[in-house]
């Protein structure tokens, strides 16, 4: 149980389009979400916290307008990273966590690998 | 400001001996920690957590060890198996901060047959 899924895995964009990339909790329903983004080496960046119906918590630091986030519903939460650029090229992971659940837990999506020419 | 940290970068280890890797950090409000590991283009996996009222945790070859006045935890991995290669992250929450986790850069593991 407790599986995450990210779609796309991989996507190669233009600079200066934009890109949606969604985040689902296949067999639970997640109160939180989480999306990081991770350069090389490097440790995961937490960047948002969304949950379900309301408006997503951004980290210092991270631009909301560059990075859209929406939280449908328990099981399904968007990032648009809007007018792509070459430097938003990374690694970009979500989480969830279980709804009721007591640990801090999270389930992590397997990623999209994002490329911006 | 760096609160969870990983001062080793790589760790290598024969298989069947024991991998044991370190993690400190700065915040004395952190209660929980976890240890996650990640293969290549994956996302990370949950392995263990230990919580600040205890000193550790066992879950079949992995022991997480946790030195509150250290500051500093450590993910024992007996015997070790080459499987076992991989990017391991430690993370830890504060009780305010709900599900947010600070991690850490990381220690990639290399278990040699």
């Known amino acids: 149980g407790a599986v995450v899924s990210q779609h796309p895995s991989w996507v190669i964009c233009k600079s200066g389009t934009s890109v949606k990339i969604e985040c689902r909790s296949l067999?639970?329903?997640?109160?939180?979400m989480f999306w990081y983004r991770q350069f090389p080496k490097q440790s995961l960046m937490l960047m948002a916290t969304?949950?379900?119906?309301?408006?997503?918590?951004?980290e210092q630091g991270v631009e909301k307008d560059k990075f859209l986030i929406n939280h449908a519903s328990l099981t399904l939460s968007t990032l648009t990273v809007t007018s792509a650029h070459p430097e938003d090229s990374s690694f970009y992971i979500c989480?969830?966590?279980?709804?009721?659940?007591?640990?801090?837990?999270?389930?992590f999506g397997p990623g999209t690998r994002l490329t911006v020419l | 400001d760096q609160q969870v940290k990983q001062n080793s970068p790589s760790l290598s280890v024969q298989e069947g001996r024991i991998s044991i890797l370190n993690c400190d950090y700065t915040n004395s409000m952190f209660d929980y920690f976890l240890w996650y590991k990640k293969y290549p283009a994956e996302g990370p996996t949950f392995l263990i957590s230990i919580s600040s009222i205890k000193d550790k945790n066992e879950d079949g070859r992995f022991t997480v060890f946790l030195n509150k006045s250290a500051k500093h935890l450590s993910l024992h991995i007996v015997p070790s198996q080459p499987g076992d290669s991989a990017v391991y992250f430690c993370a830890a929450s504060t009780p305010t901060s709900g599900s947010r986790l600070t991690f850490g850069e990381g220690t990639q593991l290399t278990v040699n047959p």
């Open positions: 067999d639970f329903q997640a109160t939180t």
């Open positions: 969304s949950n379900e119906g309301s408006k997503a918590t951004y």
């Open positions: 989480s969830a966590t279980l709804a009721g659940g007591f640990t801090d837990t999270q389930y």
